[in-house]
C-alpha cells in the first residue's frame, strides 16, 4: 500500500494550492483517506478527510470553508483545495488511510508573503 503526497509550495495569504493524494495498493470503496499536517514545533493534526462509504466529508474548524477535499475513485486520488491560505497553514501535508497511523514523506505547504 502506498500513499503518496504531492502539489505542495509557496502561496501568498490569500492564495490557492491543490494537494493531490495518489493511492496504490487500496480501494477508495473501503477506505476513508485523511489529511494531516504537521507545522514546526507543533504536533500533527488533522485536516480533513473523506469517508469510504458515502464519500462524506469532514474538517477541522481551522480549514472548514477554506479547504475541499474530494476524490476520484476511478483515479484512486484524493485531493485537498486549499483556498484563502494563512500563514498559520504552514504545515508538511500527509496523506493517510484509516486507521490513521502510518506516515509517508508528505508534502511541504508554506504560506508567506
Known amino acids: 500500500v502506498q500513499l503518496q503526497a504531492s502539489g505542495g509550495g509557496l502561496a501568498q495569504p490569500g492564495g490557492s494550492l491543490r494537494l493531490s493524494c495518489v493511492i496504490s495498493g487500496l480501494s477508495l470503496d473501503y477506505y476513508a483517506i485523511g489529511w494531516f499536517r504537521q507545522g514546526s514545533g507543533k504536533e500533527r493534526e488533522g485536516v480533513s478527510l473523506?469517508?469510504?462509504?458515502?464519500?462524506?466529508?469532514h474538517y477541522a474548524d481551522s480549514v472548514k470553508g477554506r479547504f475541499t477535499i474530494s476524490r476520484d475513485t476511478a483515479k484512486n486520488t484524493v485531493t485537498l483545495q486549499m483556498d484563502s491560505l494563512k500563514p498559520e497553514d504552514t504545515a508538511i501535508y500527509y496523506c493517510?488511510?484509516?486507521?490513521?497511523?502510518?506516515w509517508g514523506q508528505g508534502t511541504q505547504v508554506t504560506v508567506s508573503s
Open positions: 493517510t488511510r484509516f486507521p490513521f497511523n502510518s
Open positions: 473523506i469517508s469510504a462509504l458515502d464519500g462524506s466529508t
